[in-house]
């Protein structure tokens, strides 16, 4: 036998025993033995991702998420391949469903227009519990730490459910209340919009520099009731604020680090710190832009004049119907091949290696923006390729332990500390808003 055929021999017998042990086919180029290990450990531990807008394709496309679906990033089929646990669907409330005059980013108007944020999410809700009530043998709606895993440990997705746009309460702290009611269990604090209580690192000129005071009682209201903090999407102001006056660890849902990739939506190694002392994760964002700036500039600069066209199209025919739809795929495939091209998956590894350094192994985990991105990074196409991710880190050398909290152990701490404050906090008297006071500096 030639000695330079026996690697190639290996892999595909290996490849051929992880396919009679049902475990994914082996990725070109990976190491056989370590595939096997990152496979055996990946779907052995609890994997939670907390950021999917799967939640708008249900609500806008009338999506199905019981069959394979040939576009987008998941559905329970590829779920199950991918070893997704658990998943926090997005209730993505756009800014554009916000009534309230924005001074800093809304145009003027003679009249404010009507505020739809909270129906929005109302319907994003009802789409996502329609979804699980349709295919109750294979997911189930929870909304604990304990109900995650007891649905982990009979074989069933776990869903559970934050809203991104803390204007989807209107300011109102009731509507906080009832949300929580009806199963949310974080609440990003902003989206590109500042609301009426908190900033959002979009806009240029800030609104409040940070928080005022009903923003204070926003958070303190979310410990009372055990819902996780979100400041993904917030501005830096708004962050440190926030971590000023909460009584428990924050989440950044799905976010990057600015030390890799200057977007501003991603945080500093100063946030990263600061959310390390406080407790807290950051689960790191697949976003194509948000890993790669440069990408996202190139991507920007060829989606732009493409966006025009697709509008022109849209007010030609109606944004939803056949016609423009038809149309508009036509030009996204005339397109394709311009398009540049995605930062490999390696680059997605560094933010999840660089987080790991500076906030530590206990501060780490996944917040894939799956449906929700223009693109990801090559060799992470959908959510079949999660073990990949397992793979890669174990490869950089990190430890199995450290793996699996970054899978999704991290966030499991996490959301059991949010539990445990609100059981200290019962018996506290729910915040109230005061219209006389709300808006006033927090401090």
Same mark, same amino acid.
């Given at each position: 036998m030639h000695t330079h055929a026996f690697p190639a021999l290996l892999a595909a017998c290996l490849g051929g025993a992880l396919a009679a042990q049902n475990l994914p086919a082996l990725p070109k180029g990976y190491d056989p033995a370590l595939w096997e290990k990152a496979c055996r450990l990946h779907?052995?531990?609890?994997?939670?991702d907390t950021h999917s807008d799967t939640t708008s394709r249900i609500l806008d496309e009338d999506f199905d998420m019981g069959r394979r679906a040939p576009d987008g990033h998941m559905d329970l089929p590829r779920?199950?391949?991918?070893?997704?646990?658990?998943?926090?669907?997005?209730?993505?409330?756009?800014?554009?469903?916000?009534?309230?005059e924005d001074p800093a980013t809304a145009r003027s108007r003679k009249e404010s227009k009507p505020?739809?944020?909270?129906?929005?999410a109302l319907d994003m809700i009802d789409g996502l519990v329609r979804t699980v009530e349709r295919h109750p043998e294979?997911?189930?709606?929870?909304?604990?730490?304990?109900?995650?895993?007891?649905?982990?440990?009979?074989?069933?997705?776990?869903?559970?459910?934050?809203i991104e746009g803390g204007h989807a309460i209107e300011g109102d702290l009731a509507l906080l209340r009832q949300f929580h009611r009806l199963g949310v269990r974080y609440m990003t604090l902003t989206h590109t919009n500042h609301n009426q209580?908190?900033?959002?690192?979009?806009?240029?000129?800030?609104?409040?520099?940070?928080? *005022? %005071? #009903? =923003?204070?009682? !926003?958070?303190?209201?979310? *410990? %009372? #009731? =055990?819902?996780? !903090?979100?400041?993904s999407h917030v501005s830096d102001a708004a962050f440190f604020a926030?971590?000023?006056?909460?009584?428990?660890?924050?989440?950044?849902?799905?976010?990057?680090c600015r030390a890799l990739a200057g977007h501003r939506r991603n945080v500093t190694d100063d946030m990263l710190r600061a959310l390390a002392r406080n407790g807290g994760v950051i689960m790191i964002n697949f976003n194509g832009g948000f890993v790669d700036a440069e990408y996202g500039k190139r991507y920007d600069a060829w989606r732009a004049p493409?966006?025009?066209?697709?509008?022109?199209?849209?007010?030609?025919?109606?944004?939803?119907?056949?016609e423009a739809k038809q149309a508009i795929a036509a030009l996204r495939?005339?397109?394709?091949?311009?398009?540049?091209?995605?930062?490999?998956?390696?680059?997605?590894?560094?933010?999840?290696?660089?987080?790991?350094?500076?906030a530590g192994e206990d501060h780490v985990g996944l917040g894939s923006d799956f449906d929700g991105v223009p693109s990801v990074p090559r060799g992470l196409e959908d959510v079949t390729c999660l073990p990949r991710i397992t793979y890669e880190l174990l490869q950089r050398g990190r430890s199995e332990a450290a793996v699996t909290k970054v899978l999704g152990g991290n966030l499991l701490r996490v959301f059991a500390a949010a539990e445990a404050k609100a059981k200290e906090l019962r018996g506290e008297a729910p915040f109230r808003n005061d219209p006389a006071t709300d808006s006033l500096p927090w401090r």
């Open positions: 779907f052995a531990a609890t994997v939670i779920i199950a391949e991918g070893g997704l646990d658990a998943q926090f669907y997005s209730i993505y409330v756009a800014a554009e469903y916000a009534g309230e505020d739809f944020s909270a129906r929005r294979r997911m189930v709606l929870c909304t604990s730490p304990a109900e995650l895993r007891a649905a982990v440990a009979a074989g069933r997705h776990a869903a559970l459910m934050g209580y908190a900033d959002s690192c979009a806009p240029a000129e800030p609104r409040w520099n940070g928080i *005022n %005071r #009903l =923003g204070v009682k !926003v958070v303190r209201e979310m *410990n %009372r #009731l =055990g819902m996780l !903090v979100d400041v926030v971590l000023e006056v909460t009584r428990a660890p924050v989440i950044l849902s799905h976010s990057s493409l966006r025009i066209r697709e509008r022109a199209i849209e007010a030609r025919h109606g944004a939803d119907s056949p495939k005339e397109h394709a091949d311009r398009e540049p091209e995605r930062p490999p998956l390696a680059a997605l590894i560094d933010h999840i290696v660089h987080a790991l350094d500076v």
